[in-house]
């Protein structure tokens, strides 16, 4: 199961109190995933349809609950691989079903589509929230946090995209856009913080948990590979530094010879050939009078300059001084 299906599930099961936040996430509901069909009868019908038999379910309770009538719920087996049932719940022959419709905010007094969202469904903070937990269950979708962090609501509508994304921007540090996909609107979250808030604001608790223990997980090996990455990076840098150092000793060496060092650059050369794998700081430690990781580096520079000059003027081991 998918970390969406089990937000959804986890959300089908909440059941606000107040009447109004209920009327809220039906509403919602029926807006991304509701159809009105009029038959040759000129007898209209309200079908809303879902891929989750807890949403079906829900859509049913709540058509029960706010307008006590029972909804015909109808099953339609999908014969492509991998497709999951198609659950629709049914109103037909409902008296009223225009007035009903309106108070939902699905059509206006003159029976077209209304273009956004009433204001009278969303008056309070928490039919708001419920109203945005209606949206998720009906066309939303989140990421699992493993991968990449996002969240989407998927609409028809520009206007009520724009809507959507107005109502999820009302709440603290949410930063809601839109994207289109071929003729759909897509309503996204891309930051971890605002995915853990907006499930927050639904009520997806058991998830927001979940996400939150992976993401703090995910955080933490990022953190570890980047130190990873940077000690390797930082011991690769150190031996290549390492080695262009003792080519320059031995050139030395093997030219002028390292008695014609001062006995500041001589021991510390010295000590760079015994101990090819130590640091800087090590080095430092290891001297008869101990010095800092600047000094270390300091004098290097030196003999690095000193057998730059004899590699310009031509300086080889047949021309060794005695």
């Given at each position: 199961m998918s970390f969406s299906t089990e937000a959804k599930d986890e959300l089908a099961r909440l059941f606000p109190e107040s009447r109004c936040c209920l009327i809220a996430e039906l509403a919602a509901l029926i807006r991304m995933d509701g159809t009105i069909k009029i038959s040759?009868?000129?007898?209209?019908?309200?079908?809303?349809?879902?891929?989750?038999?807890?949403?079906?379910r829900k859509i049913f309770r709540l058509f029960k609950e706010i307008y006590n009538i029972e909804a015909e719920i109808r099953i339609e087996k999908r014969r492509s691989l991998k497709r999951n049932n198609l659950y629709s719940v049914c109103l037909s022959n409902i008296a009223h079903l225009h007035k009903l419709l309106n108070e939902l905010g699905i059509l206006?007094?003159?029976?077209?589509?209304?273009?956004?969202?009433?204001?009278?469904?969303?008056?309070?903070?928490?039919?708001?929230?419920?109203?945005?937990?209606?949206?998720?269950?009906?066309?939303?979708?989140?990421?699992?946090?493993?991968?990449?962090?996002?969240?989407?609501?998927?609409?028809?509508?520009?206007?009520?995209?724009?809507?959507?994304?107005?109502?999820?921007?009302?709440?603290?540090?949410?930063?809601?856009?839109?994207?289109?996909?071929?003729?759909?609107?897509?309503?996204?979250?891309?930051?971890?913080?605002?995915?853990?808030s907006f499930l927050n604001i639904i009520g997806a608790h058991r998830a927001l948990l979940e996400f939150e223990n992976i993401r703090v997980m995910k955080d933490m090996r990022n953190k570890v590979n980047r130190l990873v990455n940077c000690d390797t990076a930082n011991l690769k840098k150190s031996v290549?530094?390492?080695?262009?150092?003792?080519?320059?000793?031995?050139?030395?060496?093997?030219?002028?010879?390292?008695d014609k060092l001062p006995l500041r650059l001589r021991e510390v050369a010295r000590l760079r050939l015994e101990n090819p794998d130590s640091s800087l700081k090590e080095l430092g430690e290891m001297m008869a009078r101990p010095m800092g990781k600047s000094g270390v580096n300091h004098r290097l520079r030196k003999i690095e300059a000193i057998a730059e000059e004899l590699r310009q003027q031509g300086v080889g081991p047949e021309q060794r001084k005695g």
């Open positions: 040759t009868n000129h007898e209209v019908a309200l079908v809303v349809s879902t891929e989750s038999s807890p949403v079906a206006n007094e003159e029976g077209a589509i209304f273009p956004g969202i009433r204001k009278s469904l969303i008056t309070s903070l928490c039919c708001r929230r419920s109203f945005l937990r209606g949206v998720f269950l009906g066309a939303g979708s989140v990421n699992n946090p493993e991968g990449n962090y996002h969240l989407e609501l998927i609409t028809n509508s520009r206007s009520y995209a724009e809507a959507l994304t107005q109502l999820i921007n009302q709440f603290p540090d949410m930063a809601a856009k839109i994207s289109t996909r071929k003729s759909w609107y897509v309503v996204y979250l891309k930051e971890s913080e605002q995915i853990a290549n530094a390492s080695l262009k150092q003792i080519e320059y000793i031995k050139l030395i060496a093997e030219t002028i010879g390292l």
